[in-house]
């Protein structure tokens, strides 16, 4: 039937006005069929289906065919036989004629509004779960080919399946194997977008599978390497190679690589380990490997030097690697010449170490953030490499403004301890005055070169007072030398401004490690074994790479968000079950996403994403008692 129009509460009969019939000159009656139905305010209106003009039939044939038409649009089989092919004809031309206009519904689509129409007191919302950040990174999944690589494995469905939930999972809801469990259980749409059976997932499986992710590390890595460079067309003349590192929570004591180290974190109560990662320019990994805590940064490039032919494309001769100062020795200079690689990296040089070059001009440039700076060529009097001196005013500023409160801080720590001699019955004993002192001077490592302490003692070796004079000579020296940076490189190189360019990519790997730390919740590490350690830092890298994929998509058309933003648009977006009764006393089931914010889409219509995941419908059971009232009856729309 025509909207508003159900089954058991329409009919079709005939409607008469009284006219002159032309053929005859006379008053007769000239009909339509009419359809009486009740509005959404449970009022009875009428609708006009089809004129039919004047007939010759009687009032007995026209009640018969009113009552056959009503049986047909409401599906109910004719029981009474009528010997008036009249009728019969009547009957067929009418109806054909309804189903012409599409005044009338066919069998099929009256089966089909069975689940199209439900009472909306009816109506029950359940099982709401998030959907849009899992269906974005699942479908960022798809395109990197893991699912390909793993079955290219012998991997089967089983393992495929989980391992997909779980590294959509990681970069989605970056949490401990048991948070995840819970989260995939309680409020993700993960396993219906992965196929994956949710009663399956537990902490024990996601174990499981991290390891044997882990297990074919090197593989995957390789795929993923080559893969991203097909998808963003990119080669690999440039890459960095930094370090990073993460504490641990508990004791480690049996851990082999957890060591005490220099934490960049400024955690150095806890144990450490080391990662070293090689990207590309826009940030993809290409090789990753983990080291003991205490591993000078210095120390790990020989490690790593024979592995980055094979992660990046086979490149080798006229590669640059970018590195920063603190892995950049004289020791891995030459043995990155040796290996056939260019580099460029911050020098170890000082100011009073460098000469302007002859007839060479100071250039000006303007970063990202606009701010200013200068570089100019200058000669070392160690090194015949191409140097050029740095120099920003912003970093000057702030650079003399940490100094300044760092200078600030060490005084009142020394003034606080010189205040503590004079107060009775605390320690004074001369050996743990310096260790007190040593402490201070640990805690502001950049400041404390700056001044010269002395301790008095009486002849039982009690210190009785402290004094701290400033090396101004040093400090004038040191502030001179703030906001310059030096960069060295052994590139052929024609332009300045090419060398500066080149090093500031090395920002991409900070970036990197940003978002491993904070997005993908890298730190603090619990894993009591080595390995557990290993395939959890491996399971980060591969979601960073999900990540990656979808920000850089987003970046080539200026979309800059960080993955925390992409993340809370995203969530906007949920899968929820609708239940309500239909006009068949059937209880009906529809499992739906919402539609995405305008935000969201446009971040899926830039990825070239599908919006809707999937729409499932179904019918739970008959219901035993009538339907509700229906003037509440609505359209459940199905696109």
């Known amino acids: 039937m025509g909207v508003g129009s159900y089954a058991d509460l329409c009919s079709m009969y005939f409607k008469s006005v009284v006219r002159i019939n032309p053929a005859t000159g006379q008053l007769a009656g000239y009909y339509r069929l009419v359809e009486s139905y009740r509005n959404a305010n449970d009022?009875?209106?009428?609708?006009?289906?089809?004129?039919?003009?004047?007939?010759?039939?009687?009032?007995?044939?026209?009640?018969?065919?009113?009552?056959?038409?009503?049986?047909?649009?409401?599906?109910?089989?004719?029981?009474?036989?009528?010997?008036?092919?009249?009728?019969?004809?009547?009957?067929?031309?009418?109806?054909?004629?309804?189903?012409?206009?599409?005044?009338?519904?066919?069998?099929?689509?009256a089966r089909k509004k069975q689940f199209s129409y439900i009472d909306t007191d009816s109506m029950q919302h359940r099982d709401v779960r998030e959907m849009g950040g899992e269906w974005l990174c699942y479908q960022a999944v798809k395109e990197l080919g893991i699912d390909g690589y793993l079955k290219s494995l012998g991997w089967g469905e089983d393992h495929i399946g989980l391992a997909l939930t779980q590294l959509v999972s990681r970069a989605v809801y970056p949490n401990s194997e048991f948070s995840t469990s819970r989260w995939i259980r309680d409020n993700s749409a993960v396993c219906e977008i992965t196929?994956?059976?949710?009663?399956?997932?537990?902490?024990?499986?996601?174990?499981?599978?991290?390891?044997?992710?882990?297990?074919?590390?090197?593989?995957?890595?390789?795929?993923?390497?080559v893969k991203t460079n097909e998808l963003f067309d990119i080669n690999d003349r440039i890459v960095l190679y930094d370090l990073t590192n993460t504490y641990f929570e508990g004791r480690k004591d049996s851990s082999r690589i957890a060591r005490f180290g220099r934490s960049k974190e400024k955690r150095n109560d806890a144990k450490i380990v080391v990662l070293a990662v090689v990207t590309n320019m826009y940030g993809f990994v290409k090789y990753s490997s983990i080291f003991e805590g205490n591993m000078a940064d210095c120390k790990t490039l020989e490690h790593v030097i024979d592995e980055l032919r094979v992660s990046t494309s086979g490149q080798t001769s006229g590669s640059t690697v970018v590195l920063d100062a603190g892995i950049a020795t004289e020791e891995n200079l030459r043995l990155l010449e040796q290996k056939g690689y260019k580099y460029v990296c911050v020098s170890r040089a000082k100011v009073r170490e460098v000469k302007a070059s002859v007839k060479q001009d100071v250039i000006e440039l303007e970063t990202k953030n606009r701010q200013k700076i200068t570089i100019e060529r200058v000669v070392s009097q160690k090194h015949t490499d191409y140097i050029l001196k740095v120099a920003s005013q912003t970093k000057k500023l702030k650079e003399q403004s940490m100094s300044d409160l760092f200078e600030q801080r060490f005084e009142q720590s020394l003034d606080t301890l010189r205040t503590r001699l004079q107060r009775k019955h605390t320690v004074k004993k001369e050996d743990k005055i310096h260790q007190a002192i040593g402490r201070i001077q640990q805690k502001y490592p950049s400041v404390s070169k700056y001044y010269k302490i002395g301790v008095q003692t009486d002849t039982s070796g009690t210190v009785t007072s402290i004094d701290y004079r400033k090396d101004t000579q040093l400090h004038a020296q040191e502030q001179s030398e703030q906001g310059v940076y030096f960069l060295r490189t052994n590139m052929d190189v024609e332009?300045?401004?090419?060398v500066w360019e080149i090093y500031n990519i090395i920002r991409e790997i900070e970036s990197t490690f940003r978002c491993l730390k904070t997005d993908l919740d890298l730190r603090p590490i619990y894993h009591k074994r080595d390995d557990a350690t290993m395939a959890h830092l491996h399971?980060?890298?591969?979601?960073?790479?999900?990540?990656?994929?979808?920000?850089?998509?987003?970046?080539?058309?200026?979309?800059?968000?960080?993955?925390?933003?992409?993340?809370?648009?995203?969530?906007?977006?949920?899968?929820?079950?609708?239940?309500?009764?239909?006009?068949?006393?059937?209880?009906?089931?529809?499992?739906?996403?919402?539609?995405?914010?305008?935000?969201?889409?446009?971040?899926?219509?830039?990825?070239?994403?599908?919006?809707?995941?999937?729409?499932?419908?179904?019918?739970?059971?008959?219901?035993?008692?009538?339907?509700?009232?229906t003037s509440n009856l609505r359209r459940i729309s199905s696109a």
């Not at 009032?59 to 009503?70: A, F, G, K, W, Y």
């Not at 059976?197 to 390497?225: Q, V």
Request: charged content about 30%; aromatic content about 6%.
């Open 539 to 629: 399971l980060g890298i591969l979601a960073y790479t999900v990540v990656n994929t979808v920000r850089q998509r987003l970046k080539v058309s200026g979309i800059n968000h960080s993955w925390t933003e992409i993340l809370r648009i995203a969530r906007t977006q949920k899968m929820v079950t609708t239940r309500g009764t239909n006009m068949t006393d059937q209880l009906i089931e529809v499992r739906k996403s919402s539609v995405p914010t305008q935000d969201f889409q446009r971040i899926l219509d830039v990825m070239g994403y599908k919006k809707y995941p999937f729409v499932k419908k179904s019918v739970v059971h008959k219901i035993e008692h009538h339907p509700p009232e």
């Open 495 to 498: 332009e300045e401004r090419i």
């Open 195 to 225: 196929g994956y059976p949710m009663e399956k997932i537990n902490k024990d499986k996601l174990y499981r599978s991290a390891h044997k992710l882990y297990s074919i590390k090197e593989g995957l890595e390789n795929h993923l390497s």
């Open 43 to 109: 009022r009875v209106c009428h609708r006009t289906l089809l004129n039919i003009g004047f007939t010759d039939l009687t009032p007995d044939q026209m009640v018969e065919i009113q009552r056959r038409l009503s049986d047909r649009a409401m599906g109910r089989p004719n029981i009474f036989e009528s010997d008036d092919a009249v009728i019969d004809v009547q009957v067929d031309r009418l109806w054909n004629e309804l189903l012409a206009n599409k005044k009338v519904d066919t069998p099929e689509q």
